[in-house]
T-cell receptor, first 116, second 113 residues
Framework: GAVVSQHPSRVICKSGTSVKIECRSL??????MFWYRQFPKQSLMLMAT?????????EQGVEKDKFLINHASLTLSTLTVTSAHPEDSSFYIC????????????FGSGTRLTVV | AQSVTQLGSHVSVSEGALVLLRCNYS??????LFWYVQYPNQGLQLLLK??????LVKGINGFEAEFKKSETSFHLTKPSAHMSDAAEYFC???????????FGKGTTLSVSS
């Protein structure tokens, strides 16, 4: 089956630094990838949709300059949290859709970001 | 815009009992509907999905869900709960293939022996 690899699984960074999270589709081409954020005991909130080779589409209220998304290839999308602050601490999950596969979405295992 | 409502943030059952997790959707077009399970600090695992084929959908681990258009519901059931079923369950919807999934708030399932 389709596999999405997300790294790192956990990261702790100092306030003011930047952190990059990678999301890779291992055995399929992902034309579209989605980034979600999940607060403890809460649901997944869509942050942005990225299509290979084009700019990401951000949901209302998500700062595009703070959460930089790059989808340079059909197998890799990255989320960079810039100038991180403690309130950015959260669980980030990516999802990839396989090209031409009817409604097929595969999720990464998530990244726990802690900003100290 | 589409949305899902999961009734009951927490459901507790005894091992061997019926599991029923409720999900109602709102969509202006025929929806694609999904159920996912999440274990602590992990990603989401697909249990089953409805994509306008059979209204009764069978998934993994003995789960199934029935799409009822008249009730705008897609409730998840399992005849006999197992301890390993204890987890967070999310219902999700998209209004067309390829668009982002919109998730419900989730239901925590607890299973007691």
């Amino acid at each position: 089956g389709a596999v999405v690899s997300q790294h790192p699984s956990r990261v702790i960074c100092k306030s003011g630094t930047s952190v990059k999270i990678e999301c890779r589709s291992l055995d399929f081409q992902a034309t579209t990838m989605f980034w979600y954020r999940q607060f403890p005991k809460q649901s997944l909130m869509l942050m942005a949709t990225s299509n290979e080779g084009s700019k990401a589409t951000y949901e209302q209220g998500v700062e595009k300059d703070k959460f930089l998304i790059n989808h340079a290839s059909l197998t890799l999308s990255t989320l960079t949290v810039t100038s991180a602050h403690p309130e950015d601490s959260s669980f980030y999950i990516c999802s990839a859709r396989e090209q031409d596969r009817d409604s097929g979405y595969t999720f990464g295992s998530g990244t726990r970001l802690t900003v100290v | 815009a589409q949305s899902v409502t999961q009734l009951g943030s927490h459901v507790s059952v005894s091992e061997g009992a019926l599991v029923l997790l409720r999900c109602n959707y709102s969509s202006s077009v025929p929806p694609y509907l999904f159920w996912y399970v999440q274990y602590p600090n992990q990603g989401l695992q697909l249990l089953l999905k409805y994509t306008s084929a059979a209204t009764l959908v069978k998934g993994i681990n003995g789960f199934e869900a029935e799409f009822k258009k008249s009730e705008t519901s897609f409730h998840l059931t399992k005849p006999s709960a197992h301890m390993s079923d204890a987890a967070e369950y999310f219902c999700a919807v998209s209004d067309q293939a390829g668009t982002a999934l919109i998730f419900g708030k989730g239901t925590t399932l607890s299973v007691s022996s």
